[in-house]
């Protein structure tokens, strides 16, 4: 079992460049999320999803694009790269069980930085 | 809206020692309560959750935290620190939005051990 799978694990961009972080699970979670960790911020939510075919913003959405066309997967995308978008990229993904509660399962991230 | 503070950021205590990890949160409802632990190059690891009940609550890896609604604090601890503990550690309070829950992170606190 998998789990929450990141790919890639590193990548380097060029100001202006373009490119889609992928995120899979293999749990069959409905809620999807991705978010950044920048030092001395903790993580902050960027996009979420409650379902296949939905995608709603978080805290820090701007310049950032998602789609989650099928249940498992949720891509990240970003159109035109900015150093400012250099950082840690996670994705989680949780669940709703029987007593309403929902913990949140962890991918191993994705480290991205923009020249 | 919802927040979360860790005072400390940087936390150094010896192996065999006791440990208490402070958090406070600010949630306008009952709080949905999180410390998660990273380790250096991996993602988030649920340490424990509360969400009712028993306001001392046991975690993986010997830890616990304690819910003071009073105090509006979830401080964890460990009565004996192992060097393996030696991680960034992130409290966090749950927001429900729409059906998904809006996870809000501290900024963290860094645990060193000394040997």
């Known amino acids: 079992n998998a789990g929450v799978t990141q790919t890639p694990k590193f990548r380097v961009l060029k100001t202006g460049q373009s490119m889609t972080l992928l995120c899979a699970q293999d749990?069959?979670?409905?809620?999807m999320y991705w978010y950044r960790q920048d030092p001395g911020m903790g993580l902050r939510l960027i996009h979420y999803s409650v379902g296949e075919g939905t995608t709603a913003k978080g805290e820090v959405p701007d310049g950032y694009n998602v789609s989650r066309l099928k249940k498992q997967n949720f891509l990240l995308g970003l159109e035109s790269a900015a150093p400012s978008q250099t950082s840690v990229y996670f994705c989680?993904?949780?669940?709703?069980?029987?007593?309403?509660?929902?913990?949140?399962?962890f991918g191993d991230g994705t480290r991205l930085s923009i020249l | 809206a919802q927040s979360v503070t860790q005072p400390d950021i940087h936390i150094t205590v010896s192996e065999g020692a006791s440990l208490e990890l402070r958090c406070n949160y600010s949630y306008g409802a009952t709080p949905y309560l999180f410390w998660y632990v990273q380790s250096p190059g991996q993602g988030l690891q649920l340490l424990l959750k509360?969400?009712?009940?028993?306001?001392l609550v046991q975690g993986i890896k010997g830890f616990e935290a304690e819910f003071k609604r009073s105090q509006s604090s979830f401080n964890l601890r460990k009565p004996s620190v192992h060097w393996s503990d030696a991680a960034e550690y992130f409290c966090?309070?749950?927001?429900?939005?729409?059906?998904?829950?809006?996870?809000?992170f501290g900024t963290g606190t860094q645990l060193k051990v000394e040997l």
């Open positions: 966090a309070v749950e927001g429900v939005t729409g059906g998904g829950n809006k996870l809000t």
């Open positions: 749990m069959n979670h409905e809620y």
């Open positions: 509360y969400f009712s009940g028993d306001t």
């Open positions: 989680a993904s949780s669940y709703r069980d029987r007593d309403g509660n929902q913990p949140q399962h």
